[in-house]
């Protein structure tokens, strides 16, 4: 630390940015939806609050509020956040190019320059009075390259440059520098700031203290009334750094301001941080800088120099960052379908447990008008595990009625249902883990030559290993002999059944298999009005004499026959 009367060029610790991956997404839906390759300026906001913890320093940092809105009814301008204690919001401008070559050849000296200009005349014409946080505006290019979803972008924290650079006389904590009385007070009254609506983000503000060492807080446009009433007076800020040895950037502007706004040449600034939420005074700093003001500056003949270009791991280049992944379209999908369901659970299905549906296997025995649609339903209601049964293939008239296949899955003798709606199933939502069986279901009635006996044993055995793998089988084929089967394994097996068949004038939906509840005693009656109760309490085992639902072939006295 700088020891007093020591008289060492006053350094400051860099501005450092944090970019949420929410700004990305929300800048790549702008640049689709309503920017297109208009690479005008977009106005931005950015957020920081002081150092709360004694290693690590605060960052400037944007997040998806930082940007516009995506409607085009909506200001150009982001919706600024007031009043929050964690979010001290600062004004930004972003330029985002079209291309790679229109980023490298952007003027960045020349944008600097320009940033730069705007908070030299704020300080002139008393706006960085009224409204402090226009001292800490900052810049931000990019170029967002949405076909491989990486971004490229560079910070910019415009500093206006003290020539000659100020000197600092002393800088120590301020638990140190206070009275055990005045401390006392100046933390109560900062934690009051940060506490109230109004002011907690504020960034630069007067701390005074009166000969009864109280301390009052107020605002910049109230100096003269605090030079008036006090003995001491502290320019304070946020501070962002943890730094013990450096004050954070945003002082730099800050003595800028004091020395043309009111000719100040000594001093005494508070670099205020917290721990936990609440003012920290050993953590805080306090120190006096002796300002040497520039020619011209009282006059506002010409902007002064400025610096602020971030570095990246000590060079002056850009950051980049890749979200391939994250901004996937499949993960975008899957992110979506999640949250209409939730939508559903949260407005009419508060006990619907969608963990069951992601995990639950649906098998399908019959890919044609019903296994298509009902695939598609299943989707929709988050079922991500199905296999589709079928030995058929797509015939020209089959797309007119069957909504997973195209006049493309029918040349060339058409493929199989089973494959081609599995196909279609993953180019709708690519996140399903669809599963096709190209198989004959074994049919009672149907003639068996001696040479197919082993297939269609095979096919048995096979059948019965699909059924005992899933949790729930669809019966969803054309005729009544070919469900025979199906039905027998699934009552062997205790599987919830679902048969659907359609007629020229009528249809079916018959559930089978085990009972929907079990037979505990005493469960309460409210819990089967409930989905995913009931789902939950299935008695997959009737061991304990729970009831069983009859099947489709249950009250039949004739047995099936081949009906095509």
């Avoid at 290019?141 to 990486?150: Q, V």
Wanted: proline residues 5%; glycine residues 6%.
């Amino acid at each position: 630390m700088a020891k007093e009367g020591s008289g060492s060029i006053l350094q400051f610790a860099p501005f450092q940015s944090s970019v949420d991956e929410g700004f990305w997404h929300r800048l790549s839906s702008l640049k689709l939806n309503k920017f297109g390759i208009d690479d005008s300026p977009i106005h931005i906001s950015g957020f920081y609050a002081p150092c709360s913890h004694p290693q690590v320093s605060n960052h400037l940092t944007l997040v998806a509020e930082s940007l516009p809105s995506d409607s085009t009814e909506e200001s150009a301008m982001p919706a600024t956040i007031q009043g929050n204690r964690n979010r001290c919001s600062v004004p930004g401008i972003l330029y985002n190019t079209n291309t790679m070559e229109g980023f490298h050849a952007l003027d960045k000296q020349g944008l600097l320059k320009a940033e730069a200009k705007k908070i030299w005349e704020d300080i002139h014409s008393g706006k960085a009075v009224e409204d402090c946080a226009v001292l800490s505006r900052f810049l931000l290019i990019s170029f967002a390259d949405l076909k491989k979803w990486s971004f490229h972008y560079w910070f910019a924290f415009p500093a206006l440059a003290l020539d000659p650079p100020a000197t600092l006389v002393g800088l120590r904590p301020a638990s140190q520098w206070f009275t055990s009385e005045e401390a006392e007070s100046v933390s109560e009254k900062c934690n009051e700031w940060r506490n109230s609506s109004e002011t907690a983000d504020v960034p630069f503000f007067f701390v005074s203290i009166g000969s009864d060492s109280r301390a009052a807080i107020r605002h910049l446009k109230d100096l003269e009334a605090c030079q008036r009433d006090c003995q001491k007076l502290l320019f304070a800020f946020y501070d962002p750094c943890h730094l013990p040895n450096n004050p954070g950037w945003p002082l730099r502007n800050f003595l800028a301001l004091i020395c043309a706004r009111w000719n100040l040449k000594t001093v005494h600034f508070l670099c205020y941080r917290e721990n936990r939420g609440f003012a920290d005074l050993s953590l805080s700093l306090v120190g006096e800088a002796v300002i040497t003001v520039p020619e011209g500056w009282k006059e506002h003949l010409s902007v002064p120099n400025a610096v602020g270009w971030e570095l990246n791991k000590g060079r002056k280049i850009p950051r980049c960052i890749n979200l391939a992944k994250s901004m996937d379209p499949t993960r975008l999908a899957i992110s979506a379908a999640d949250l209409n369901l939730k939508l559903m659970r949260w407005r009419a299905l508060p006990s619907l447990n969608l963990d069951i549906l992601f995990s639950i296997k649906c098998l399908l025995l019959g890919a044609g008008t019903l296994g298509c649609q009902v695939a598609r339903m299943l989707m929709a209601w988050g079922v991500r595990k199905i296999t589709l049964l079928d030995n058929g293939r797509v015939a020209m008239s089959n797309p007119l009625r069957q909504s997973l296949y195209t006049l493309d899955d029918c040349l060339n003798g058409g493929q199989f249902k089973a494959t081609a709606a599995v196909r279609s199933l993953q180019q709708i939502f690519p996140a399903v883990e669809a599963e096709g069986v190209v198989m004959a279901i074994p049919m009672p009635g149907h003639p068996v030559s001696s040479q197919e006996e082993k297939s269609v044993l095979e096919d048995c055995r096979r059948l019965n290993d699909l059924i005992d793998s899933h949790d729930v089988v669809f019966l969803l084929t054309d005729t009544r002999e070919s469900r025979w089967l199906p039905t027998l394994l699934c009552a062997d097996t205790n599987k919830i059944t679902i048969t659907s068949a359609l007629g020229f004038d009528s249809f079916l939906v018959m559930r089978h298999g085990p009972g929907p509840f079990n037979s505990t005693p005493g469960l309460k009656a409210e819990t089967a009005n409930t989905l995913s109760a009931g789902v939950e309490n299935l008695a997959l085992k009737n061991t304990d004499g729970g009831h069983r639902l009859g099947c489709y072939f249950c009250n039949d006295v004739v047995a099936p026959t081949d009906v095509i």
